[in-house]
């Protein structure tokens, strides 16, 4: 099977494929991926471990929401679009404090990889540095998607 066809059944839209895909062209359901680091530990779902459970329930809920959108509604207030196909996931935990998920799309897998967690606090990101972070997190998974992601919270019983 071609690749033409292979996008075209997960919602790539009739038309000519330019080398690029864009973010249009390829339509949800995403599935959600997390970032590995160079040791292979998965940094999003060590993060996720530490939240409470209503702040997990808000997450879900807010990953739920984002799951069938195509990417160019990925707004507020669940995501925004940052730069370059770096999105970021939007939820407040359970004490109310702006909690930020960085990732990035790989539109030939239907994937979102999440990357970075921040906290939100007077429109800025702690750490600052975090849409910087993801770039660079973007190029690894782009050169090398099976090192650097894995499925997020597939937990066995």
């Known amino acids: 099977m071609s690749k033409r066809i292979a996008l075209q059944r997960r919602g790539v839209v009739k038309g000519r494929l330019p080398g690029a895909l864009k973010a249009e062209r390829v339509g949800p359901p995403w599935t959600f991926y997390c970032r590995k680091d160079e040791r292979g530990n998965d940094v999003i779902d060590d993060w996720y471990s530490t939240l409470q459970t209503k ?67 007077d429109r800025e990101y702690i750490p600052g540095n975090c849409p910087d972070q993801a770039a660079r997190h973007q190029q690894r998974i782009t050169a090398n998607f099976l090192r650097y992601a894995i499925l997020c919270f597939n937990h066995g019983p």
């Open 55 to 121: 702040a997990k329930a808000r997450f879900a809920r807010t990953l739920d929401q984002l799951r069938p959108r195509p990417a160019q509604d990925w707004q507020r207030p669940d995501a925004s679009p940052i730069r370059d196909h770096i999105y970021v996931i939007r939820f407040k935990d359970h004490s109310g404090i702006p909690q930020r998920v960085f990732g990035n799309f790989v539109f030939e897998r239907a994937a979102f990889v999440m990357t970075v967690v921040a906290i939100e606090k």
